[in-house]
């Protein structure tokens, strides 16, 4: 499974955004794998953003976005999603999609595929 993600680019702080991480190759196995999307600012570790289960349900969300962000998908297009509203500077970093059987979402080291990162950058 190959994933990219894309939809990122510059905004304004308060503006919203989607994210899109669109799987390729064994996509008939894309459905079957849990979501999640993490970032990474400059000069930061990686860190978790938010991650959904394959069926779509149980969205789960760090503390720094929760309300702010919602993570979907749709299968049929066999694409994840992640929207962002009421941005802030601080939402500054490179996104990236992951997919797998990570058991808990936050664990970056359990999923299996990884997309290649879009930039965000988020502005005052």
């Known amino acids: 499974v190959q994933l990219q993600a894309s939809g990122g680019g510059s905004v304004q702080a308060g503006d919203s955004l989607r994210l899109s991480c669109t799987a390729s190759?064994?996509?008939?196995?894309?459905?079957?794998?849990?979501g999640g999307w993490f970032r990474q600012a400059p000069g930061k570790v990686r860190e978790f953003v938010g991650g959904?289960?394959?069926?779509?349900?149980?969205?789960y969300y760090a503390s720094s976005v929760l309300g702010r962000f919602v993570i979907s998908r749709d299968s049929a297009k066999n694409t994840l999603y992640l929207t962002m509203n009421s941005l802030n500077p601080e939402d500054t970093a490179v996104y990236y999609c992951?997919?797998?059987?990570?058991?808990?979402?936050?664990?970056?080291?359990?999923?299996?595929?990884w997309g290649q990162g879009t930039l965000v950058t988020v502005s005052s």
């Open positions: 992951a997919a797998g059987w990570p058991g808990r979402y936050e664990v970056a080291e359990n999923y299996e595929y």
């Open positions: 959904i289960r394959y069926s779509g349900e149980r969205p």
């Open positions: 190759g064994r996509i008939y196995s894309f459905s079957n794998f849990d």
